[in-house]
């Protein structure tokens, strides 16, 4: 996640494994990492709990990666959407 070298759509475009970087959970934007952890609507109740859990520090991607208090919570957050399912199976 902190490079961006993961199977959401706008790294998969970017090597010719995805038709469109466009998000398939909503339509509304790029699925950036960025976009999966702090806006894509498809994803708004795992976010709840993950703000609920890191507070302020769930309204910037450096400190949901970078932060080792809060690496739980965003593999929690990730289990939760089962967004990278298909590609590694049950995390």
């Known amino acids: ?3 961006g ?3 959401l759509n706008k790294h998969l475009y ?3 494994k995805s038709e469109t970087a466009t998000c398939q959970q909503c339509n509304e934007g790029n699925e950036s990492v960025h976009h999966f952890l702090l806006t894509c ?3 708004t109740r795992q976010r709840n ?3 609920q859990e890191l507070g302020t520090r769930a309204h910037h991607v ?3 990666l970078n932060d ?3 690496l739980k919570s965003l593999f929690t957050f990730i289990a939760k959407t089962k967004r ?3 590609t590694f199976g049950d995390v």
Request: aromatic share 8%.
């Open 62 to 64: 450096k400190h949901i």
């Open 84 to 86: 990278f399912e298909p």
């Open 1 to 3: 996640l902190r490079t």
């Open 68 to 70: 080792a208090e809060c």
């Open 41 to 43: 609507p498809a994803y």
């Open 49 to 51: 709990i993950l703000r």
């Open 5 to 7: 070298h993961i199977p």
């Open 14 to 16: 970017r090597i010719a």
